[in-house]
């Protein structure tokens, strides 16, 4: 069935160092692709997107990754700082049919000072 | 604050009781969508509105949960005789096709109403 997992459930970091997070996905049809940030008490926020079209996007600070061939997702965070300290998801939906977005489990990211 | 609110944001019950939750969309947005999220894991797909039209539903809302937004604008999620295993986040997002942020479907999220059942 469809799945969004990611490889680690934890990850830290020095401050000021980049931060890479990674994600599978098993569904070759979804067309879009969405990191999502969570800090403790709050709902997910968006950060970034990409399509299926899509090898790389690049935000504020952030990048995010596409690679169809093994169906990996990875989001690159530069210059981490303490307040990037959170949980990150990934989902996938499609951006016809419905819109229903499916989430992996999360990686949370600590930030070290 | 023009983001997604939720009512109420605790809420403790004891098991077969019933229970009502409360999502306002932000106001522009036509979609909305309800998801569970338990400890540890991804918010769970429960369901997805276009403006007053429930258009999809997750095998996980039994038939103990009903959803509606009758006028379009805000949502009521109910869930009757509250088991353990519904303790969870329940989380409301909503989003419009004509005010992205991003390149799709971004969603917008509300704090979550806490559930947990005695």
Same mark, same amino acid.
């Given at each position: 069935g469809e799945s969004v997992g990611l490889h680690l459930p934890t990850l830290s970091v020095q401050e000021g160092d980049n931060s890479i997070i990674n994600c &599978?996905? /098993?569904n070759s049809a979804s067309d879009y692709f969405i990191w999502y940030k969570q800090e403790s008490g709050k709902g997910p926020q968006f950060i970034?997107? $990409?399509r299926s079209n899509m090898d790389k996007r690049q935000g504020q600070r952030v990048t995010v990754l596409l690679n169809k061939t093994?169906?990996?997702? /990875?989001?690159? $965070?530069? &210059?981490t700082q303490p307040g990037d300290s959170a949980v990150y998801f990934c989902a996938e939906n499609k951006i016809t049919g419905g819109f229903k977005t499916i989430f992996g489990a999360g990686t949370r990211l600590f930030v070290k000072a | 604050d023009t983001g997604v609110s939720q009512n109420p944001r605790h809420k403790i019950t004891k098991r077969?009781?019933?229970?009502?939750?409360?999502c306002d969309p932000i106001s522009e947005h036509n979609r909305l969508y309800w998801y569970r999220q338990t +400890?540890? !894991?991804g918010p769970e797909f429960l369901t997805y509105f276009q403006n007053e039209? !429930? +258009?999809e539903k997750s095998r996980l809302l039994s038939d103990r949960f009903s959803a509606e937004r009758p006028k379009g604008?805000?949502?009521?999620?109910e869930i009757q005789r509250t088991e353990q295993g519904d303790s969870a986040m329940y989380l409301c997002a909503s989003s419009s096709r004509h005010l992205q942020v991003g390149l799709g479907n971004e969603q917008f999220f509300g704090p979550g109403t806490?559930?947990?059942?005695l």
């Open positions: &599978a996905y /098993s970034i997107d $990409i093994v169906k990996h997702l /990875s989001l690159q $965070i530069a &210059a | 077969g009781q019933n229970v009502t939750f409360r +400890l540890g !894991q039209a !429930q +258009l604008s805000f949502s009521t999620l806490r559930l947990t059942v």
